[in-house]
Each structure stands twice: as structure tokens, then as C-alpha cells.
């Protein structure tokens, strides 16, 4: 399978804003460029065959992949299926909106069941996830068991924090993007994705190896940067993923649902060292 490598830079400009600053640094003050992540509000929708759309979600998001995030947003909601097909995805009209991005029908093979959405539509920001989350209980209604998958050395998940950091071409220009990374037992690079909200950076990753055909993700370990909440551990046990790992802390919600949903929680991996909080047969340590 292709590793895949930091977008060019044409693509970065869409995700980054130039701005003027004033800095100041032990008592010195400087004038200068940075450079910041974008945020831009995305409107999803979706239909079947003859239907109109459907208003799903508002989301937060830092540009680029919308097609990925709107496919792994609906798949981990529980609003289709992994053998879900996608006709093709619809953007604003640049006509009638400066913003043709920012709204965007995904196009399904199949009817749409317009019943699972919630009367309140979903409102998610970059930073808290999904408002109002159903209980674990009922997460683990629509997630199927999730295999035994894949037992790792060590040495591979200490591997992992240094192979997504690299590929983190936005993050490289700006510091303020998360990332989430999907690799293989032997801990290679399948691809990455980056946004400002860590849900998000998660949702376009799904959203990639959905639209990929490989869902469920049964032998793969996935890594997010930042801290792991319980919104991750939903949308990666929707997607079957046994391992998933972050550099820095989980929370007590995410370590109980994971334990319930049967996903293995690594946490502060970084350095020479990490946590394992659930599920520790899946990695070699446990064992000595």
C-alpha cells in the first residue's frame, strides 16, 4: 500500500493564512509574518437516489479533504455503513457562494435513511467533538465486536509519534493542527490526515480508507496527537480499530469506553515510554 506524503505546497496556501504580528521575545519586540492554521465552517449533507439532502452536520474544520471528512463523519455516526458507496460529492455553487468548500452533499448509492439523523442536528467544533453524545451503552449497539487484530512490540509503537510528526506538512508551517495517522502491524505509514479539531483530523482519516474500500480497519494502529477523549475512542472503535494511541493523556470516559468497546488505549507515547490503559494483550510489553 502507497504511503502518503505531504500535500504540495499549492494545496498547504488553502489550509494556512499569512498574517502580521507583533512578537515578543526577553524583552525584545519584533514585527514579522506568521502563519496560521485555517477554520472554516463546513455544512454536510447528504442524499440517496432521487432524494433531496439532508442537513447533517456543521462542523469547524481546517480546509482540504472535505470529501474524506464528510464520508468518515457520517460513517462514525452511525448514518451509514462500511459498504457504503458514494456516487460523488457536490460542493457549493461558485456562483452563488464565495465559499464553495465550505458546503458540501455527499451523494450515496443507496437510500439515505433521514431517520437516524437526530431531531437536533449535530453542531460540532473543532475543539469539544460531538455536543450531547449517546451513551457508551449505546455505542456499543452499533459497533461490531472488534477482533483480536494485531499484537505489537514495543519498539513499533515508539516508532510511530516520530513517522506522523514528519509527515505533518501543515503543522510544519503553522503549530496549531492536529493529526491523526493510520499504520500497519509492522508500524509503516498508510496515511495521515490533519485538521484543526482532533475529531475531524480522525473523521477525514476514516473517511480516506472508507472511501478506500478497507473498512473495517481490523489490523491497523492508528495514532492522534494531542490528548485522547472519548469522541475518539467512539469514532475508532466504529471503525474497528483495535489499537489507538496518542501522545499524550486519555481521559477517564475514553479509557471506560474503550474498555467496553474492546479498543486498546496507549497513551503518553512519546520518548522511550507509553502508557497502556486498556486491552494489554495486544501489546508484547504486557507479557514480561
Keep these: 500500500m502507497t504511503t502518503q506524503h505531504p500535500a504540495p505546497m499549492s494545496d498547504l496556501q488553502r489550509r494556512a493564512t499569512r498574517v502580521r504580528i507583533t512578537a515578543y521575545r526577553a524583552g525584545l519586540v519584533e514585527r514579522r509574518e ?17 432524494q433531496d439532502p439532508v442537513d ?3 462542523t469547524m474544520r481546517t480546509p482540504g479533504y472535505e470529501e474524506d471528512l464528510a464520508a468518515g463523519f457520517l460513517r462514525t455516526e452511525g448514518l451509514v455503513e462500511d459498504d457504503a458507496v458514494f456516487i460523488r460529492f457536490d460542493h457549493g455553487d461558485p456562483a452563488i457562494t464565495a465559499q464553495p468548500d465550505d458546503e458540501i452533499i455527499v451523494r450515496l448509492a443507496g437510500p439515505f435513511d433521514a431517520s437516524r439523523v437526530p431531531e437536533r442536528h449535530f453542531v460540532s467544533t473543532a475543539s469539544c467533538g460531538i455536543c450531547g453524545k449517546a451513551s457508551i451503552d449505546e455505542i456499543a449497539v452499533r459497533c461490531a465486536p472488534i477482533p483480536a487484530g494485531p499484537v505489537v512490540p514495543p519498539e513499533v509503537l515508539l516508532a510511530l509519534p516520530g513517522q506522523l510528526r514528519a509527515a505533518q506538512a501543515v503543522f510544519e508551517v503553522t503549530g496549531g493542527l492536529h493529526a491523526a495517522g493510520v499504520f500497519d502491524a ?5 496515511a495521515v490526515r490533519e485538521d484543526i479539531g482532533r475529531h475531524n483530523a480522525l473523521d477525514k482519516l476514516i473517511g480516506s480508507r472508507l472511501r478506500a474500500g478497507e473498512l473495517p480497519l481490523h489490523d491497523r494502529i492508528v495514532l492522534v496527537s494531542g490528548r485522547l477523549g472519548f469522541e475518539l475512542v467512539q469514532k475508532a472503535a466504529v471503525a474497528g480499530i483495535p489499537i489507538l494511541a496518542a501522545v499524550s ?9 474503550a474498555e467496553r468497546l474492546g479498543v486498546t488505549v496507549v497513551g503518553f507515547l512519546r520518548g522511550e515510554g507509553f502508557n497502556v490503559y486498556t486491552r494489554p494483550d495486544r501489546v508484547t510489553v504486557a507479557r514480561a
Design 186 to 190: 509492522t508500524g509503516s505509514l498508510i
Design 34 to 50: 506568521d502563519i496560521l492554521a485555517g477554520e472554516e465552517p463546513l455544512a454536510i449533507r447528504a442524499a440517496g437516489p432521487g
Design 249 to 257: 493523556a486519555p481521559s477517564d470516559l475514553a479509557v471506560e469506553a
Design 56 to 58: 447533517i452536520a456543521i
